[in-house]
Each structure stands twice: as C-alpha cells, then as structure tokens.
C-alpha cells in the first residue's frame, strides 16, 4: 500500500472512519451495482458532466495543459483519458451504441479494477480547471472529477486525509481539530509577536459582536502565523470591527473536493449560524482558494436560508484600500525579489486576479511575473487536497509540483537564494513549503496579506 | 489496525505510525519511535521539544504553532529538523504521541 495493481492511491480511510462522515461502506459486492446507480443519478442531475461525457472528439488540447500529465507522463492522466475512465461506463450503460456495440464504441463493463482505477486518477486530478480554460469544447474536467470523487465517497472510498478533515470540520469546524481554546492561545500569542516585532498593538477579537466576520485558514494557525498577523494587522490599521467566529475558523471547505451532497453543505450551514448569532454585516474571506470557490460560487445555492451578508475575499478589500489611498505602505519593507502563483481558484473560478496585483505592487520593491500567469497559471500540484505524505503519494507530489518549480525557475527570483514565491492560498502553501526545497527552488513561501502586513507604516 | 510492542504492552499505530489513543503514551514509546525515525539518542533538546508538545496537547488538545514551539523551547526550526528528520508535525509530533496533523498542514 497505497498501491493498486501498479496504480498509486492514497492512503483510504477506515470503515469506521467512513461512518464519522456518515457513510455505510458498500461491500465490494454490490460496489459496481451501486456504482451504476450513482452515476444515474449524477448524469441526471448535472448537464456539465453529460457535457464532457458526450461532447468530447479527443482533440487533445487538454493533454499538454495539464500539469499532472506533464509531470507523470502517464497517459491516464491526460485530462481526456481521465474522464475516459468514467466514460467508457456511461457509454457501455447509458448510450444506445455503447448498449448495443460494447467495446466497438469504447463502452467497457464497470468492475472493481474500475473503481480502483477512479481512485487513483480522480485523486491525482487536482481540479485546477486548466484543462477546461484550454478546451475548445468548454468541457470542465474538474466536473467529471467531482462526480467521480463524489461517487466513491458514497461507495465509502474517501482517502484518509479527506475523511479525517470532513470529521473535523463537523466536530470543531475547522480542519485541523482546533478547538477553541487552542485557537484563543495562537492568537494571544501572535499578538505578542506582533508587538515584539512592529510594535503595535494589534487584538484578535474572538466571538466577539462586530461589523465583519474574518474567517482565517485554520492553517494559518499552525503553520501560516504571517497570514494571520498580516489579516490582523490589516484590520487594525483601518479601524474595523471585526471578529474571528470560534466555531467556523475555517476559509476551506473539504466538501466541494470529496462531498458536495453533505460535507460541503453542513460548513455552510455553520457559517451562516455563526454570522446570525454574531450580528455581523460582512463576512471576509482568508487566503484559501478552493474555500474562496466554495464560498463565492456555492454558497448562494447551497445555503439553507436567504444569504443577507456580503462575502468578499481579503485582497478585495485590501485592494479597495490601496486604491483609495487609505494604506500607507512602503515596499521597502519587502526588499526581496518576489513572484507570485496565482491559485488555481482564484484566477479560473473567482476572477481574483489584478486585486492580487494592486496589493503585491504596493508591497513589494522588485516584484516578477511568472508565465503563463492569471487565468494561464499553473497548479502548484497540491490542488484539491492532494497533501498526501505517505512515500508513493509524496513523490507523486513531486512530480505534480514540476511544472509550477519550472516556472518559478524562470522568473529568477530565487536565483540567489533570497527570492520569495508568494501563494495565497493553505493548500498551495502547504504544498510548496516542501517543494521548493525538493526542486531547491531559492524560495521562501509566503502568503501575500504576509507581505502586506510587514510594508504598513504605523502612525 | 497494526499495532507495535513496547515492554511487552500492544499499542495501537495508525497507517502512518502515529499511536491512536495519547494515553497510552509513556517515555519507552518515544524511545521506541526515535529508532523508527532514525534517531540515535534523545538527548535533552529532544525531551524540551517532546515535553512541550505533551503539555501543550494536554491543554489546548492541539498541537502548537511551530512559531510558537520553536520560541518556547528555544529551538530554530532548522534545528528541530535537525533533531526529528521528519519535521515538527510528523516527527516530533510522533514520538511526542499526539495524533498526526490532519488539513493543509
């Protein structure tokens, strides 16, 4: 393990694992029943999926778009070939040739090795969405991706990462398993840190009655501590009322990468009661980018309730500010060179682009694009959750993060060594840290409020 | 679930080692581990970093920020590397016996 007839996959979760997130594992006997029965309904209910399931003519584009493909020459992960895996099942039960001439038309029976083989390649797709920015067709691979991952959760085949994340989020709502205390603590001592550093003062309201609602990566508690400052520091500096929710500190949401039918929907909920209960009239959103794409783009039709606040990311704010001249900044605080990774979901699935680039501009000296770069970037390899650590899933991880390693190469930044690789997003983060030193990159990681946040002038 | 033997008493590991109930944790385990990930010897630095880490977790049921680890016992994290070759979350976190950091981490 995790391999699977020469196939990686990542570590799965337990059965018992499974009913914390609530889901009765189907024996492997009626897997493949259930399987056809789940994919009925899922071709009935989303015309994206019958999109790229009946329009697709193998044109190949996707291929060289990918950079999962690009950095594991392996043809099944070929954005086409993947979707092939879960087409040739749909063609063998749901189209009249693939019924009638079988294997003639590329319809093959569903069997376990199937399965098995979804497993792997669902979970290789980081559902980045460049192979859909590349389609003449506009078919959205990221939706085959998302049924088939769908599909397995209700199967009961969820990698253990997935599983533990979905337990979290509804035990203490984050993903991490901070509960509240714990979250009170970082903060106080950030605060310090703060103080210590820029000598300000700067508090973290928690639970606290205010206008805006801040919902932090709850990685940022553990591993980000300039994300937070820098959000934090932001907040002071214009005078807001805000607070930190203790029961959502969370900005991601593992539902959309593994259950969109539950898990994503119960973080909603949570959500919109915690800024019902607080009395807020914003809610902002942390440097996280597939949790940006959930919020922005599923909230409004996964919500239980009418939606009376508005959300809105961190950086449009910032940018809102910078352009009205309301910061002082100055760039010399942020001397080194740096270049910065569009996260795949801000730039294909949310249009935060060029506020990424007002506040980058003001805060730092010497700053380079990547390319291709905006709508063009490459994944960091992490995408979706792919943080898996076990031997074969790690260098797997390291093939994924090639592409993003020979782009970062080339905009010199780090050539002495000294150069910063800005991402922010958790998951993008999370997976550069060890990957920059695994292509010996030259780079620092650091999320872009970081930056910001150091460049303020204080009065 | 494998499980591993220290001092004639079974111990329940998880897929990637990490043991699954904390309170079965004692000194030997650590010890048991450190030859797991390769460590010769714990020295002090290695108990500092260890017994941080348990008392923390028995506080707030959570690890520490690693900024915050590394100010309290004094160790750059360069040197925690240094010490647990797999890192504060997957190495000291392991021999300290708290449960492996789950999310982007």
């Known amino acids: ?459 | 679930m494998p499980s591993i033997n220290v001092n004639g008493v079974e111990i329940e590991i998880d897929e990637d080692g990490f043991i699954v109930d904390p309170d079965q944790w004692n000194e030997d385990v650590a010890k048991y581990f450190a030859q797991v990930e390769g460590i010769n010897e714990l020295t002090d630095d290695h108990w500092k970093v260890i017994n941080y880490l348990r008392d923390y977790y028995k506080q707030f049921q959570i690890a520490p920020m690693i900024r915050k680890l590394c100010k309290e016992t004094g160790c750059s994290l360069k040197y925690i590397y240094e010490l647990f070759p797999t890192g504060p979350a997957k190495g000291a976190c392991k021999l300290a016996g708290l449960p492996k950091p789950t999310g982007c981490v």
């Open chain 1, 1 to 459: 393990m995790p391999k699977y007839k020469d196939m990686v996959q990542p570590v799965r979760a337990t059965d018992e694992e499974m009913r914390h997130i609530h889901i009765d594992p189907v024996p492997d006997d009626e897997k493949c029943e259930k399987a056809l029965q789940y994919l009925d309904e899922m071709r009935k209910k989303f015309r994206s999926f019958v999109l790229a399931m009946e329009s697709c003519v193998k044109c190949g584009a996707c291929a060289e778009n990918c950079h999962t493909y690009l950095g594991t020459k392996d043809p099944n992960n070929i954005p086409t070939n993947r979707a092939e895996l879960i087409r040739k099942i749909y063609k063998r039960y749901f189209t009249l040739e693939g019924r009638w001439f079988g294997k003639l038309v590329g319809a093959e029976d569903i069997s376990l090795d199937i399965i098995e083989q979804w497993y792997s390649y669902f979970y290789q797709c980081s559902e980045c969405r460049r192979c859909a920015r590349a389609c003449p067709f506009g078919i959205d691979t990221c939706e085959v991706t998302f049924v088939g991952r769908q599909i397995l959760h209700w199967l009961g085949i969820v990698p253990k990462l997935h599983a533990h994340v979905g337990a979290a989020m509804e035990r203490v709502g984050n993903h991490t398993n901070l509960p509240k205390p714990g979250i009170v603590d970082t903060l106080e001592f950030l605060s310090e840190e703060i103080m210590d550093e820029f000598g300000v003062e700067v508090p973290f309201p928690v639970d606290q009655p205010a206008e805006i609602m801040y919902i932090p990566s709850s990685a940022d508690f553990l591993l980000n501590p300039y994300t937070l400052m820098g959000a934090g520091m932001f907040f002071t500096y214009i005078g807001a009322s805000w607070t930190i929710p203790s029961t959502v500190t969370e900005a991601g949401n593992f539902g959309l990468l593994f259950d969109q039918m539950f898990t994503q929907r119960h973080n909603v909920t949570r959500l919109l009661d915690a800024a019902q209960k607080l009395g807020v009239k914003k809610i902002v959103w942390g440097e996280c980018g597939h949790g940006w794409r959930a919020a922005k783009m599923y909230i409004p039709t996964l919500a239980d309730r009418p939606v009376r606040w508005p959300i809105t990311h961190l950086h449009d704010e910032i940018a809102y500010y910078i352009r009205t001249n309301q910061l002082k900044l100055d760039p010399a605080k942020n001397p080194k060179p740096v270049t910065l990774h569009d996260p795949c979901n801000y730039a294909r699935a949310c249009d935060l682009i060029e506020n990424l680039r007002t506040v980058i501009r003001a805060s730092v000296v010497d700053f380079r694009e990547m390319t291709p770069n905006r709508e063009w970037t490459f994944c960091c390899g992490g995408g979706s959750g792919i943080l898996f650590d076990d031997p074969e899933m790690y260098q797997r991880r390291i093939q994924l993060s090639a592409k993003k390693a020979e782009l970062v190469r080339a905009t010199g930044v780090g050539a002495n060594g000294d150069g910063i690789l800005c991402a922010p997003c958790s998951i993008c983060k999370a997976q550069l840290y060890p990957m920059v030193e695994e292509h010996k990159l030259g780079v620092e990681v650091k999320g872009l409020v970081d930056l910001l946040g150091r460049a303020l002038v204080w009065k």
